[in-house]
């Protein structure tokens, strides 16, 4: 088992990198045990079922979509990690303020995840969503120029959920690439 330092938050991001990779190909974190007063999140792992899966993959597909920090850091566990994109996160508390800088450069949000794989406490998930960053308010999240444009990012994720279906470790790579507003896929 590898334990994260406590300072991880805080290093820089080649040790970050160094530690998550060291940990991820242990196999393994250290993980807390979910506080037994946590109330469940359904369904638990094992995911035996197709229909297990997808309903975790829904759940997660709705609560981003509200682009509402609270809501959507509330379904990781405590102690959660997280590698995104190069970013390199670990506890609920470094996820929320992750999410608060992300949305504040992306409006008009809009996201689908679709089911990959699953297999025990585990499930891999293929995703695109949209967004628009406003002229001189950067990039977003993903790279490239972005001032005034809309863009969409294809990736992928994997995760794993500790006893009480907490999502304690998301490892997500995506692209993102320009389009126009008539090439849009994803719209209410």
């Known amino acids: 088992m590898v334990a994260l330092p406590k300072n991880f938050n805080d290093l820089e991001v080649g040790p970050k990198s160094k530690r998550y990779m ?23 792992p094992p995911f035996k079922t197709k229909a297990q899966a997808l309903q975790k993959v829904k759940a997660a597909e709705d609560a981003w979509n509200t682009r509402d920090p609270e809501r959507v850091a509330a379904a990781y566990s405590a102690d959660t990690v997280w590698r995104n994109r190069d970013e390199f996160l670990h506890g609920r508390d470094a996820v929320r303020a992750f999410l608060e800088r992300k949305w504040a ?13 699953h297999s025990g406490r585990r499930i891999a998930v293929r995703f ?6 406003e002229e ?18 294809h990736g992928i994720e994997l995760w794993e959920f ?3 279906g907490y999502m304690r470790w998301r ?4 692209n993102d690439v320009p389009i126009a507003e008539s090439e849009r896929r994803l719209v209410d």
Do not use: I, N, T, V
């Open 105 to 117: 450069r992306e409006s008009r949000y809009r996201l689908r995840k679709h089911l990959w794989a």
């Open 22 to 44: 060291d940990a991820a190909e242990a196999g393994k974190l250290k993980w807390k045990p979910p506080a037994a007063d946590l109330p469940d999140r359904l369904p638990l």
């Open 162 to 164: 500790d006893d009480k």
């Open 128 to 133: 695109e969503y949209e967004y628009y960053c």
């Open 171 to 174: 490892d997500m790579s995506a």
């Open 136 to 153: 001189g308010e950067g990039q977003g999240e993903g790279e490239g120029g972005g001032g005034g444009q809309w863009r969409r990012a």
